[in-house]
Structures are given as C-alpha cells and as structure tokens.
C-alpha cells in the first residue's frame, strides 16, 4: 500500500505552518504586526514568500529556513557529504581498538587449560561489533536515504 504524503503547498501570508526552530508548535501571524510567532517556543519569525523562507527575529544570531511545500529545510548549515577521509577514519576507527585489544592478548595470551581463556577474543569482537555499529550510525545520518529507497528524487 502506497504511503500518502501530504501534497506540496507554497508559504502563504495567512497560512499556519509547523514551527521550523521547535518542530512542535505552529506559527501563525501576530495581530497588527507583519511577524509570525509560534504557540509552543514563542519564537518570532519573518516569513518571505517570494524566496519561500522565515528567518528568526527574536535573536542576535541569523537563522534561516526554506518552506520545501511540506517541511522546513534549514539555510544555515551546509549540508555534510560522505568523503573519502571520512570513510578512512571509520575504517580505523572499526579496527585499531579491536587490533590493539587482539595485540595485547598475543602478547600476554591467557594461562593455557585457563577457564576464561576465549575471554579475549570474545572483548576483540565485541569491540569491533561496538565500533562498527557506531561508525555505520554515523554514516547512516550523512547518506540520504530516499535515494537509496527509491523515494521522490526532487528534492
């Protein structure tokens, strides 16, 4: 069964749309003003509906936001690509603290007949196993899924 995804609409001066800084409330416009607020932060934002962004305020510091015609996408970050050193310092960091566990055991082995003795090689892979998985969590939030998924490539 096919998801329904909300259909697109543009920012619109009289509209109510979800707050882009809490993601929890809604913005609407304030009375007599040309601002909008948001019921649930508080925060005051400036919508531009030509360029289909809100701009913040209520602060010192600039942050900005593009309505996509379902979600907000922020302005203010540029977006973080997987690269190549990325890739290597996962790598190392998968198994340098494995092969330095696996060097120590080679090292100094256990007492042979010892009960505890596959103790070390089981920390070598649950140290590996821990680092994988932290690694692969990263890289899973830097590579877009719906691409991958064969999602709406418009974006």
Not at 55 to 75: K, P, V, Y
Request: charged share 15%.
């Amino acid at each position: 069964m096919a998801e329904s995804l909300p259909a697109p609409k543009p920012l619109e001066p009289e509209g109510v749309y979800l707050c882009p800084v809490c993601r929890h409330g809604q913005i609407a416009p304030m009375v007599l003003m040309e601002t909008y607020a948001c019921n649930f932060c508080r925060h005051i934002l400036s919508l531009d509906t030509t360029r289909q962004t809100a701009r913040l305020e209520d602060t010192a510091m600039i942050f900005r936001w593009q309505w996509t015609g379902t979600t907000w996408r922020s302005l203010n970050t540029p977006p973080v690509t997987l690269t190549y050193t990325a890739i290597v310092l996962g790598v190392l960091l998968m198994t340098l603290p494995p092969l330095l566990i696996w060097l120590g055991q080679q090292i100094f082995p256990p007492l042979s007949g010892d009960r505890w003795q596959w103790f070390p090689l089981f920390w070598v892979g649950l140290t590996f196993l821990a680092h994988a998985v932290l690694v692969l969590r990263i890289f899973a939030g830097l590579v877009p899924l719906r691409p991958l998924l064969g999602g709406d490539r418009r974006r």
